[in-house]
């Protein structure tokens, strides 16, 4: 259904999305107020009132005397170190503009109602998958990021027809899950996009090369 080369938008605002999350989880985060960041780093809160001791277990003086303190151990989902939520939004919102644009430029504009019903959809989808992957698979914020946004790769390589955009999706899945920092995994994911997408716009068009001598 596409014409062989407006594919390279999703990718470029996938990786540049990448980029901007993988740019804002490096800058350190300035400590609010009544905190203050030791020498190791680690966020310490200054108790001004009452008495206590920390650590599993521990004993505090409460207003009706001392008090002994348990651990429970829950088995927590690590959280997104990413903001991956907010950062396929914005790509999705882009991904729709451009290819609003695009296909009113090739005189065949989509039905605005099943166009922007589609949106909103697919905006909705991602907390859905988010939750599934947290609740049932159990997995961790970034992991569960990175796949939605392979499974949302595999829904453009299937509209585009393009087995290009498959084996991008596969090496973008790989390079994600794959690192041992979600960092370093994203900056790597980024570079793949936007090699991707430089390879789109660097291929001639099917009609041109088959016009060539």
Known sequence: MGDG??????LAALGFAQLVMAVVALVPAAPATGEFVNMRGY???????GLGTGGVGGT?????????AGAVAVDVVPPAALGWLAGLACVVLAVAGWYWLSLR???????PVRFVLGTLGALAALPLLDL????????????RGALVAALGLLVLAAYERSWFVLAVTVVFALVSLLFLTPVTGALSAAGVLFAAAFAVLLRR???TAADAP
Not at 43 to 49: E, G, I, K, R, V
Not at 60 to 66: F, T
Not at 132 to 143: H, I, K, P, T
């Open 105 to 111: 430029r090739t005189g065949a504009p989509p039905r």
């Open 43 to 49: 966020a310490m809160t200054q108790q001004l009132h």
């Open 60 to 68: 505090a003086l409460g207003d009706g005397g001392w008090y002994s």
């Open 5 to 10: 080369r407006r594919f390279w938008f999703p």
């Open 132 to 143: 599934v992957g947290a609740v049932e698979l159990r997995l961790s914020g970034d992991v």
């Open 205 to 207: 068009p099917r009609d």
